[in-house]
């Protein structure tokens, strides 16, 4: 298996436009999450999936913030606006309940 | 509310020298314990994990405990290496409903040769 896989590797855009970050899981696997990372936060959960459906979206920050996941093999976080302070590494994860948590190489978003 | 703390946020060591990274949360009601490395660039790779029924895991020259009732894990590393050179992260699940990883702040480990 590939991993996970998150695309685009990186994205630079201005304030107000919008943003889709996308994640394919690992095969099999029915949880997915969505992280952001900054050196001042940390590692933040933003919101997870069970089955497609999401299960806790209390981490994702605000109105501008949404996440689905129409299938088992697709994922998508987007802002719209987007703003400055959102620039951070965000990442996607996958796992099965109760095992490792197989991470993806991030999205590295440059909000200007 | 659960927190996960690791201390010290920062380490560097001889190569050789074996590394000990602490992990302690607040909340002993844990289904398990996970320990992560993260390159810099990079996501995180899971390195072990720990169920809450289990005292220790290994692999390798990489060694972890888990003391639940303390609150607290550490990863042991042999002999470490400069490839050993990068940021550990513990995160732990919680025991109730759900799959939520809470993760410490991480410790940034240098190993000089």
């Known amino acids: 298996d590939a991993g996970v896989i998150q695309s685009p590797r990186h994205e630079v855009t201005e304030m107000g436009q919008e943003v889709t970050l996308r994640c394919k899981p690992i095969s099999g696997h029915d949880y997915l999450f969505w992280y952001r990372q900054t050196m001042m936060r940390g590692l933040e959960l933003l919101i997870y999936?069970?089955?497609?459906?999401?299960?806790?979206d209390s981490g994702m920050p605000e109105d501008r913030f949404s996440a689905k996941m129409p299938n088992a093999s697709f994922s998508t976080l987007k802002i719209q606006p987007s703003e400055p302070r959102d620039s951070a590494v965000y990442f996607c994860a996958s796992g099965k309940r109760g095992e490792k948590l197989f991470f993806g190489s991030g999205t590295q978003l440059s909000v200007l | 509310k659960q927190e996960v703390t690791q201390i010290p946020a920062a380490l560097s060591v001889p190569e050789g020298e074996n590394l000990v990274l602490n992990c302690s949360f607040t909340d002993s009601a844990i289904y398990n314990l996970q320990w992560f490395r993260q390159d810099p660039g990079k996501g995180l790779t899971s390195l072990l994990l720990i169920q809450s029924s289990q005292r220790e895991q290994t692999s390798g020259r990489l060694n972890a405990s888990l003391d639940k009732s303390s609150g607290r894990s550490t990863l042991y590393i042999a002999a470490s290496q400069p490839g050993d050179s990068a940021t550990y992260l513990c995160a732990v699940r919680p025991s109730t409903a759900g799959n939520k990883l809470t993760f410490g702040g991480g410790t940034r480990v240098l190993v000089k040769p």
């Open positions: 999936f069970n089955n497609n459906v999401p299960i806790d």
